[in-house]
T-cell receptor, first 111, second 115 residues
Framework: QQQVKQSPQSLIVQKGGISIINCAYE??????FPWYQQFPGKGPALLIA?????SEKKEGRFTISFNKSAKQFSLHIMDSQPGDSATYFC??????????FGTGTSLTVIP | DGGITQSPKYLFRKEGQNVTLSCEQN?????MYWYRQDPGQGLRLIYY???????QKGDIAEGYSVSREKKESFPLTVTSAQKNPTAFYLC??????????????FGDGTRLSIL
C-alpha cells in the first residue's frame, strides 16, 4: 500500500512556466515532508522541506504548499528552467525513523 | 567535503554469485539506509541501521544482507537468493535520534545488472 501518492508521473513545462507536483497522504502522524530532486545517475538531493504546522514555505523559485485538512502538499517551481529537468520525489516522515517516498515525477522543461 | 560515497558506480553479477555494494559516510551520522530504486516504483527500503552492530529489515529485505561494524560503513550484499537484482541501489544516512525529524542524505548510487 502506497503511503504517499504522487502525481503526475511525468510533466512537461515550457521554460518560464510553473511546474506543479502534488502529493497526498493518509497517515496524520506524519510530521515532516521533504522534497527531493534527482538527476540521472545521481542520488536524490534534499530540495526543500516543510512541517505540518506551516502552510507554505518558499526557497527561491521553489515553494511547498501544505494543506493539512486535505492531507495534501505540493511543490511549485516558478519560472521553470531547462536545468530543473529531473525527477522529483515527495516524502513523509513518521517520528520513529520511518520514511515513505512517493513514486516520483519526471519533469522536463523545454526551451 | 562531507558526504556519502557509494562504490562501485556500476556492478555486474553472474548467476549464483553474491556481490557487495559499499557505502561509506563521513558525516558522523548515526542512521544509515539502503534503498532499491526501480523505474516507476520510487524508493523501496531494504535495510536500515540506527546504531553500530544493529540493523532492521525494511520492506524488501529478502535476498539481501547487511552489516554495521563501524559507524561510517554500511555494506549491502546482494545474495544469489535475490532473483531480480537488476536495479539502482541508493545508500542514505541521517543525523539525530530516531525521534528527530531530520531528512536523509543520499549517495550517488550503484547500478547493478545481471550478466
Amino acid at each position: 500500500q502506497q503511503q504517499v501518492k504522487q502525481s503526475p508521473q511525468s510533466l512537461i513545462v515550457q521554460k518560464g512556466g510553473i511546474s506543479i507536483i502534488n502529493c497526498a497522504y493518509e497517515n496524520t502522524a506524519f510530521d515532516y515532508f521533504p522534497w527531493y530532486q534527482q538527476f540521472p545517475g545521481k542520488g536524490p538531493a534534499l530540495l526543500i522541506a516543510i512541517r505540518p504546522d506551516v502552510s507554505e514555505k518558499k526557497e527561491g523559485r521553489f515553494t511547498i504548499s501544505f494543506n493539512k485538512s486535505a492531507k495534501q502538499f505540493s511543490l511549485h517551481i516558478m519560472d521553470s528552467q531547462p536545468g530543473d529537468s529531473a525527477t522529483y520525489f515527495c516524502a513523509a516522515i513518521l517520528v520513529g525513523n520511518q520514511f515513505y517516498f512517493g513514486t516520483g515525477t519526471s519533469l522536463t522543461v523545454i526551451p | 567535503d562531507g558526504g556519502i560515497t557509494q562504490s562501485p558506480k556500476y556492478l555486474f553479477r553472474k548467476e549464483g554469485q553474491n556481490v557487495t555494494l559499499s557505502c561509506e559516510q563521513n558525516l558522523n551520522h548515526d542512521a544509515m539506509y539502503w534503498y532499491r530504486q526501480d523505474p516507476g516504483q520510487g524508493l523501496r527500503l531494504i535495510y536500515y541501521s540506527q546504531i553500530v552492530n544493529d540493523f532492521q529489515k525494511g520492506d524488501i529485505a529478502e535476498g539481501y544482507s547487511v552489516s554495521r561494524e563501524k559507524k561510517e560503513s554500511f555494506p549491502l550484499t546482494v545474495t544469489s537468493a535475490q532473483k531480480n537484482p537488476t536495479a539502482f541501489y541508493l545508500c542514505a544516512s541521517r543525523q539525530g535520534s530516531p525521534y528527530s525529524n531530520q531528512p536523509q542524505h543520499f549517495g550517488d548510487g550503484t547500478r547493478l545488472s545481471i550478466l
